[in-house]
């Protein structure tokens, strides 16, 4: 997470929707992340926990954020203190003067202060919002704060007896897209499908997956981007391990390469997963295992509509691959057999997308009830089929016996080593789905041209 893009007046309307949603007699309290220990006296990069930056824009650890609405200070924020000698070392603060100037705290206070001025405010509420169970440690703080509420009854004060998980509330809100959002999410998509082009451009027989990961790296870094999750730079063999991370094996003549990678701007993640010859040409069996995911992609994205569920797209996809993987003779039976037996998933074990935004799997319920979540304008999901199979693969294979799924005859050595995923990040609009990722190439002739700029 770079430098912050969202003006402080997004912040400050996301704080009012969420207060109005709360209600009077009602407190938020929000912590910041946790730095993360890598070894001995290093730790990893700093990343804001998501909730809290959603509300606040604040980028530093040890503070929280409370939302107290009707008050005459609606929004404040604990936070580190200016330390000169400290941000000699470790970089400079906002402090809370800051804290005020530049994002938007009606007042801010040091975090030393916090049990001194939070507590009054706890006084006579009714509800209080945090988001219980996730971090231990704040939970025990949030009962001491209440607990010594509570020890003032016999003077006249009432503490909360209403505990509310905030994701009920915020994470709705976070679901559906605000304009400003989707243009940064544009943004990170921009990003992430140059560097996906540009490994096609430098990928040769011979090179090594992290040598394709650093031009990841650098294209991220060189845009004021960073990461968003761990790469998939697979190989061969490798393309079929759905979250292999390892990216230390060397690229050979004649494999696909699957690349699953995204950046990450202003928090706001991108997804992207692209399949292609590391020799820059498929082959035949290549060739059509990746067409029939395509298939699979276009169908399933077709389904990315307002009034249409979540799990049509899965569906759409399910039924495009089964139908296909029975064409070949890799399944036995008629589809919907097959789909009811769900054989498919040998070669297809994983779901056709996920929620995308501030977290990679972002946040927001999937169905309500029995009833799968209705797309509407503004949300944005990963549409990402795949087909694995890697070296060795035989149908009748134990996992599969466990879950009660009989499969029956050896795969053809032919169909071996191919793992092919495609994976697009997709708008509900109120008409045609925006494919957000549609910057780098997946059909194979533009795969294969783009290729031969460098290959020759």
């Known amino acids: ?13 996301r704080r009012r929707t969420l207060m109005d949603l709360m209600g009077a007699n009602s407190v ?17 990069p700093f990343r804001q926990d998501s909730d809290f930056y959603y509300l606040t824009g604040f980028p530093e650890p040890e503070a929280i954020a409370a939302l107290i609405p009707g008050a005459e200070q609606e929004f404040l924020l604990f936070c580190r203190d200016r330390d000169p000698h400290m941000e000699i070392w470790h970089g400079r603060r906002a402090g809370p003067q800051g804290a005020k100037e530049r994002y938007g705290a009606d007042n801010a206070h040091p975090i030393a ?25 704040f939970d025990e703080q949030v009962m001491s704060w209440i607990n010594q509420t509570r020890a003032k009854a016999r003077i006249g ?35 992430a499908c140059e560097a996906h082009c540009r490994a096609m451009q430098i990928c040769r027989p011979g090179m090594m997956e ?21 790469a998939i730079v697979a190989g061969g063999d490798n393309s079929c391990i759905l979250h292999y991370t390892e990216n230390n094996a060397e690229l050979h003549d004649g494999d696909v390469l699957l690349i699953d990678a995204g950046a990450e701007v202003d928090g706001y993640a991108s997804d992207i997963t692209r399949t292609f010859p590391v020799n820059g040409r498929f082959s035949a069996e290549q060739r059509v295992i990746y067409e029939l995911v395509l298939a ?20 759409a996809a399910v039924h495009v691959l089964t139908e296909g993987l029975i064409a070949l003779g890799l399944l036995q039976g008629n589809v919907d057999e097959a789909i ?54 035989q149908i009748a294979d134990g996992c599969w016996a466990q879950l009660g ?24 609009t109120e008409g045609e789905p925006e494919v957000l990722t549609a910057g780098v190439p997946k059909e194979i002739d533009a795969i294969e041209a783009l290729m031969r700029k460098t290959h020759g």
Request: aromatic content about 12%; proline content about 7%; charged content about 25%.
């Open 405 to 428: 799924i009989h499969l029956e005859s050896d795969v053809d050595e032919r169909w071996q080593r191919i793992g092919v995923r495609i994976e697009d990040d997709v708008l509900v």
């Open 210 to 230: 992290y040598e394709i990961e650093a031009e990841f790296f650098h294209t991220f870094l060189r845009n004021g981007a960073g990461w968003s999750y761990p």
């Open 28 to 44: 938020a309290l929000l912590p910041a992340a946790l730095e993360a220990p890598r070894n001995r006296d290093v730790y990893y």
């Open 296 to 315: 699979a992609q276009k169908a399933a994205i077709d389904k990315v509509r307002p009034g249409c569920h979540f799990n049509e797209p899965h569906d």
């Open 157 to 191: 004060v009432q503490a909360p007896v209403t505990f509310i998980a905030l994701e009920h509330l915020l994470h709705p809100m976070r679901r559906c897209k605000e304009t400003e959002e989707i243009a940064v999410m544009r943004e990170s998509a921009r990003i």
């Open 113 to 137: 202060e916090l049990d001194k001025i939070l507590l009054p405010l706890l006084e006579n509420r009714e509800r209080v919002y945090y988001a219980i169970g996730y971090h231990p440690d």
């Open 1 to 13: 997470m770079l430098a912050r893009t969202l003006p402080a007046p997004v912040f400050a309307r």
């Open 340 to 393: 009811k037996a769900e054989t498919y998933k040998q070669f297809y074990m994983h779901r056709t997308g996920h929620w995308l935004g501030m977290d990679v799997h972002d946040v927001g319920s999937y169905k309500t009830g029995e009833d799968w979540q209705v797309f509407a304008p503004g949300m944005v999901t990963t549409i990402e089929p795949g087909l694995y199979i890697p070296a060795g693969s």
